[in-house]
């Protein structure tokens, strides 16, 4: 059989000669709107590779070059090949295809196919044919001998099938399938005979969808149009110059709205076409999306010469149009009913729509918007000219692609063009929508709703008008939410939103994906805000490289980096713009630092403004300790927090730590060493820094930090000296025992000791010691105000001591803890008349105990005779049955 086709290589030569004549010969000619014909395309080699979206295991998805999806489908090797492109209009499905036949035809690509066939979607969707039928009204220089042989060799054929989206939904049965050339069919079913092998077996298919439909028998690709660095070639050739062409897109990626259509391949020879003639009049590029439009709008009006009214009439007709029609085309009976009868066979219906038909003025002629975001902008625009025809806007939650440019045609200067075409706007529409978008600021930014958050901000960038974001913005109570999940776009309108309000209380962007793209158009929101929240966000460098600029002359006071895996390198780089900055908190919470930073961290520490800075959940170790603690004892250094929360140091450390902690010059209130291991140390050399008289330390966090009753003698001696400033200290999560917690307990009923707050939860504390504790609490000396003894599990009895010196009139407590102490029912009556005896109580935790429903009334009489009072009593025996008498508190917790 190959030799038959051997014999046919004149053919083949006839079949490629026409192929490449149809090109040349096409009149298609390019316009603004309908994009550049394939003619130009192809013959001044101005074709760019589409980048396409191929999907893989579990949902995800790879980008590639269209060719190179191509040759893994079609390439030397292959057999059988069947590809479907999918992508909107504009996206260059057609260009593609057209492109691949040329260069078939041309002998550059593809060769191991003797012929690439088309089969036209206008004859599959016409009356029942043979598949070869089809191909022989398609290809009049093939005859039917020709053609039979041809396809007995279906693997060395391609056929190719363009704008056949509503062929493949619908699927036939099996049993309709046809399998034989000669077999009658609608294109339906032989679309299906070809995809599912039982027609031409072995046959190589490429498909085009403007809609994307998965079948199993083909691989699908949708068209994402052009990538950045496919966009910056498309305009250097555009405007035969590189460094123009980029400085061009980048303006025009610049302009509202612009670059989020701006991978659509249509749309970019619009863009470049509509920028060369401003720039060779005007020198500047359209600022907005609506500004655009109203340039092509006006720019095609005043070329087909049309007055102002028919052009008003126009316009409103397209818009009603636009509303009314839901599918992709529009009818012959559409047109009419929209009033747009006039404009049937006018070259400037031409030029606003795709008209599918030789002749428009047709009955069977067809008709569709070039792109949806015209006819968005089409839609808007109808809305303000003045025809009484009852229309209102959306309530808010309803919000539109339309409504941006609605957004861009409020505003006078975006629509000075299109008024000098069509005549002024509506007054009382322009009013109206003044009312909705207030309205709808009001209803919206006070939300939970992330996505109509940036539905509204992005509708206010398109205004243009600071004045009117001040306005609706400034008198509604924004609720300032997540915002992890912007776009750049979004990025962009939040930034001219906080700009028009010039200051930001919060930024909120916890567990966002921060490029550096999004970072730079958030600059201004950087600078703008004074608390940043990036909690357990994805933070690239440079990303971080524009937040730290942002950092150095921006407001910001406090900045929250928790989890987000930053490493040594990007903190470096983020400190050497702190020291310039107003900065006051600095959160680094496991950000994956380790002992290499610390030098950069302490330069940073005797030069900026921190006073407070939180490095738990990070390696750093003694190593990174020892060189951190210097900045402490310099003049410079303002820290007065420090965080070192699983470190993980040892104590070993203590020493050099303590040592720092003396020096005159530091400025420490507050330190966390909670969970590390300072196993067997006595605490002495700490101990010795508190009672120096030149620490300043008023809180001190040692939470589980495998320390032993060995440490308490040190402590002790420490809460007595009067020049210990300590006021809080944890110890919880410490086997300490017995004799030497009695130690502390002895301390804090000195004159000089300040404690005021004290935690030994899970201390394995004995009745003992709660006896001593009480005995504290009623002590004229102690100043405790907050006591956590709680997972003590001492019972009813021991807990008495702490309830009889509640009611001592020397109790000043005011937070008690007493959580999984084993608490009963019993000791019920003397908790409560102990809490109504304590006038200074505010906070009592008795979680986690054995209490049942019988104490819950007594429980929620105290509440309500003591109105101040929080109670919390999760986690005991409770039914649902006592629920309700306790959901009529706020302060009870259960």
Known sequence: MEASLDCLSDVQT??????????????????????????????????????????????????????????????????????????????????????LIWDWASGIHLQRYKFVLRLCSSVLRGPEQSLQSMLLSTHTHINAEHLEIILKMPHTILIVLDDVQDLLSNSPKSGKLVCDPHQPAGGTVLVHSLLEGSLLPGVSLLLTSRDAVKLESVRFARLMGFSSSQRKAYFRRFFGNKDKGEQILLRCEQAVGVKEICACPGFCWTLSCVCKERLEHQNCVPETLSELYCTITHTLLQEHKVSVETAKELIYGLGKLSEQCTSVTCTHSDIIKCGLRPFLGSQILSALLHVNADDATSPAATFSFVSPTFKDFLTAASFYLDYDDGRILESPMEIHNYHYFLAGLSDPMQR?????????????????????LMSTVAEVLPGMGDINHWHVLRILYHTFSPTLVRES?????????????????????????????????????????????????LMTVFRLAKTINLHQSTVSVGAIRHFARALKDGRATEVNLTHCRLGDETVKILCSSITHSNLHTLNLWDCCLTPACSETLAEMLTSSKLCVLELGANNLTDEGLFRLIGALGTSTCTLQNLGLDLCPLTGSCLAALSSALTSSLSELRNLVLRRN?????????LSEALQSGRCKLNTLSLYDCELTGSCCPSLAAALQ????????????VNDLDESNVLLICHALKSPKCSLEKLRMNACELTESVFSALGSVLVCEASRLKELAIGVNKVGDVAAKHILRALKHPHCQLQHLDLEMVDLTDACVDELCQAVMACSSLTSLIVKNNNLTDISVPRLVGLVRERPVLELNVQYNDFSEDVFELMDVYETIRY
Request: one cysteine or more.
């Open 14 to 99: 006839l079949h490629k000669e026409v192929m490449r004549n149809g090109v040349l010969k096409s009149t298609q000619e390019s316009s603004l709107l309908g994009g550049q014909s394939i003619k130009d395309v192809i013959l001044n080699k101005c074709y760019i590779p589409l980048s396409v979206s191929i999907a893989k295991t579990y949902g995800v998805c790879e980008t590639l070059d269209l060719e190179g999806v191509i040759s893994q489908e079609f390439g030397a090797g292959t057999e059988g090949g069947k590809l479907l492109l999918c992508g909107g209009p504009g996206m260059g499905k057609t260009t593609a295809v057209e492109q």
């Open 416 to 436: 000075k063009l299109l008024e000098t075409s069509v005549g002024l706007f509506s007054s009382g529409r322009l009013s109206e929508f003044h009312r909705w």
């Open 721 to 732: 000296s009067e020049h210990c400033c300590l006021t809080e200290l944890d110890l919880s």
């Open 677 to 685: 291991s300072l196993a067997g140390d006595t605490l002495e050399h």
């Open 473 to 521: 913005v400034g008198s509604c109570k924004w609720r300032m939410i997540g915002y992890g999940g912007m776009q750049e776009a979004d990025c962009a309108a939040l930034a001219f939103v906080a700009r028009c309000l010039g200051e930001l209380q919060l930024l909120n962007l916890c567990r966002s994906s921060l490029t550096e793209e999004k970072a730079e158009k």
